[in-house]
């Protein structure tokens, strides 16, 4: 049972929301704030005081399982009488073990309607999961974006059937389901309406937009739709792994100049042997290939990676060699995740699990090698210019920030205003980030 001293009014009620993981459980939380600003609460920080404490958790590793239960902790202490709900991956995949005494309700992914039932009143039940494998529809679009925001995140898709061995996410997030083109195409209007200038498409598995629909269609299919509509100056994917890629896409970033340069391509190992240990659907000789013709069609497209290090098995000349794949690749950034188990996933049961420090040495290697790739990349555009969409205000007096559409973080002296793209000519680059002055306002 909920408290019996919870809120029962949804309006006045002050809600505070943290997410942990990735960027679709960030576009979820967003999505949950909005439906709640329209039941009347005030959204408020995490650290502040509130009727209501919302963990939008995730499941990636045993650990991030450990922080969702502690932030629970953390809320109850901050207000006893508050109430405390748990949603997002780990409420999904292990609802019992998200369900600790400071836990008032745990509610599963694609429950919106639920999860707002339970802010606002009493539920009848502290447990409420649904099986996502037969999930057929996406229940948190409509996030908006955040006041202020030049850019925002559009989730187009939800759910994985690719079972990659490292991986809890396809019994948490369900089967992979596409938003159907015309919701995107609604929820794009509505982006451009509130003035944004750039919208990042996202998913859990992006690259499988489209399989599920009928007729069938495909992720190019869905980007065509957008750029014609050309109302938001600038559209970005998130990642896509290394088979989505395909040719037709490739001659859309060509023809469509609202898509910008720039590919995150997880592609997670650089030996055969590791990425088949890790079921992934590809080889390095595919990977390089396709790695190559992106760098020649696009010299300047930022080529961004994900690498797991110390995965279970990983020998000496396997990192050796892995290491040795990813220098020679033309890529221009990593992120980097040492190896951690997930119970439930095949990788937890392989043999040849590394001792942890092994795992962090290897993983402070490879991001030393991705620093090094970062900074030569950016490095050979001081004295060019670059278009860079201003987004905020910095704290250092007299320079403003915002993301070329190469995905390059620039700062820019004379304080242009905000949610607009300018010329920057590039003066400097430090630690990888470019330092340039406003020539003009991009038409």
Same mark, same amino acid.
Request: net charge positive.
């Given at each position: 049972?909920?408290?019996?001293?919870?809120?029962?009014?949804?309006?006045?009620?002050? &809600?505070?929301?943290?997410?942990?993981?990735?960027?679709?459980?960030?576009?979820?939380?967003?999505?949950?704030?909005?439906?709640? =600003?329209?039941?009347?609460?005030?959204?408020?920080?995490?650290?502040?005081? +509130?009727?209501?404490?919302?963990?939008?958790?995730?499941?990636?590793?045993?650990?991030?399982?450990?922080?969702?239960?502690?932030?629970?902790?953390?809320?109850?202490?901050?207000?006893?009488?508050?109430?405390?709900?748990?949603?997002?991956?780990?409420?999904?995949? +292990?609802?019992?073990?998200?369900?600790?005494?400071?836990?008032?309700?745990?509610?599963?992914?694609?429950?919106?309607?639920?999860?707002?039932?339970?802010?606002?009143?009493?539920?009848?039940?502290?447990?409420?999961?649904?099986?996502?494998?037969?999930?057929?529809?996406?229940?948190?679009?409509?996030?908006?974006?955040?006041?202020?925001?030049?850019?925002?995140?559009?989730?187009?898709?939800?759910?994985?059937?690719?079972?990659?061995? $490292?991986?809890?996410?396809?019994?948490?997030?369900?089967?992979?389901?596409?938003? %159907?083109?015309?919701?995107?195409? /609604?929820?794009? /209007?509505?982006? +451009?309406?509130?003035?944004?200038?750039? &919208?990042?498409?996202?998913?859990?598995?992006?690259?499988?937009?489209?399989?599920?629909?009928?007729?069938?269609?495909?992720?190019?299919?869905?980007?065509?739709?957008?750029?014609?509509?050309?109302?938001?100056?600038?559209?970005?994917?998130?990642?896509?792994?290394?088979?989505?890629?395909?040719?037709?896409?490739?001659?859309?970033?060509?023809?469509?100049?609202?898509?910008?340069?720039?590919?995150?391509?997880?592609?997670?190992?650089?030996?055969?042997?590791?990425?088949?240990?890790?079921?992934?659907?590809?080889?390095?000789? $595919?990977?390089?290939?396709?790695?190559?013709?992106?760098?020649? #069609?696009?010299?300047?497209?930022?080529?961004?990676?994900?690498?797991?290090?110390?995965? %279970?098995?990983?020998?000496?000349?396997?990192? #050796?060699?892995?290491?040795?794949?990813? =220098?020679?690749?033309?890529?221009?950034?990593?992120?980097?995740?040492?190896?951690?188990?997930?119970?439930?996933?095949?990788?937890?049961?392989?043999?040849?699990?590394?001792?942890?420090?092994? &795992?962090?040495?290897?993983?402070?290697?490879?991001?030393?090698?991705?620093?090094?790739?970062?900074?030569?990349?950016?490095?050979?555009?001081?004295?060019? /210019?670059? #278009?860079?969409?201003?987004? =905020?205000?910095?704290?250092?007096?007299?320079?403003?920030?915002?993301?070329?559409?190469?995905?390059?973080?620039?700062?820019?002296?004379?304080?242009?205003?905000?949610?607009?793209?300018? +010329?920057?000519?590039?003066?400097?680059? /430090? =630690?990888?980030?470019?330092?340039?002055?406003?020539?003009?306002?991009?038409?």
């Amino acid at each position: 049972m909920l408290r019996s001293d919870s809120p029962s009014e949804a309006s006045g009620l002050r &809600v505070a929301i943290t997410t942990l993981g990735c960027k679709v459980n960030q576009y979820d939380s967003t999505a949950i704030a909005r439906a709640l =600003e329209q039941r009347g609460c005030a959204i408020v920080e995490f650290d502040q005081a +509130a009727d209501v404490y919302i963990v939008n958790s995730c499941t990636v590793t045993d650990r991030a399982d450990a922080e969702s239960k502690q932030l629970a902790r953390r809320a109850r202490r901050q207000n006893p009488k508050a109430k405390v709900i748990v949603t997002g991956c780990f409420a999904q995949a +292990a609802p019992h073990r998200a369900a600790i005494p400071e836990v008032d309700a745990v509610i599963g992914l694609n429950r919106l309607d639920d999860l707002v039932q339970a802010v606002c009143k009493e539920i009848g039940s502290r447990i409420l999961v649904n099986d996502l494998r037969t999930a057929r529809n996406v229940r948190t679009v409509g996030a908006g974006a955040p006041l202020g925001h030049t850019r925002a995140f559009l989730k187009v898709q939800e759910g994985c059937d690719l079972f990659c061995s $490292f991986c809890i996410v396809p019994m948490s997030r369900g089967a992979s389901r596409s938003v %159907p083109p015309r919701q995107v195409l /609604e929820e794009y /209007e509505s982006l +451009a309406d509130l003035g944004i200038q750039e &919208v990042v498409l996202t998913g859990v598995h992006l690259g499988a937009w489209g399989n599920d629909l009928s007729p069938r269609l495909e992720l190019a299919d869905l980007v065509e739709m957008l750029a014609e509509r050309g109302r938001i100056p600038r559209l970005r994917l998130s990642s896509i792994d290394p088979p989505e890629v395909t040719p037709r896409l490739l001659r859309l970033f060509e023809t469509a100049p609202e898509l910008c340069s720039h590919f995150h391509i997880p592609i997670q190992a650089g030996v055969d042997s590791v990425l088949r240990r890790m079921r992934r659907r590809y080889d390095t000789s $595919f990977v390089r290939s396709l790695v190559t013709e992106i760098r020649r #069609q696009f010299p300047d497209a930022a080529i961004g990676t994900d690498i797991i290090a110390g995965f %279970p098995g990983e020998d000496a000349t396997e990192f #050796q060699q892995g290491l040795e794949f990813f =220098e020679s690749l033309p890529l221009t950034y990593f992120h980097v995740f040492p190896y951690s188990v997930r119970q439930g996933t095949t990788a937890a049961k392989l043999p040849g699990h590394l001792p942890p420090q092994v &795992v962090h040495e290897r993983a402070r290697k490879v991001r030393a090698l991705g620093s090094c790739k970062r900074e030569t990349f950016a490095r050979q555009f001081v004295g060019r /210019e670059l #278009q860079v969409l201003i987004e =905020e205000r910095q704290r250092r007096e007299g320079y403003a920030g915002g993301y070329s559409r190469n995905y390059q973080r620039v700062f820019v002296s004379g304080l242009p205003p905000s949610n607009v793209e300018i +010329a920057v000519r590039i003066v400097a680059q /430090e =630690e990888g980030r470019l330092l340039g002055v406003w020539t003009k306002q991009v038409a």
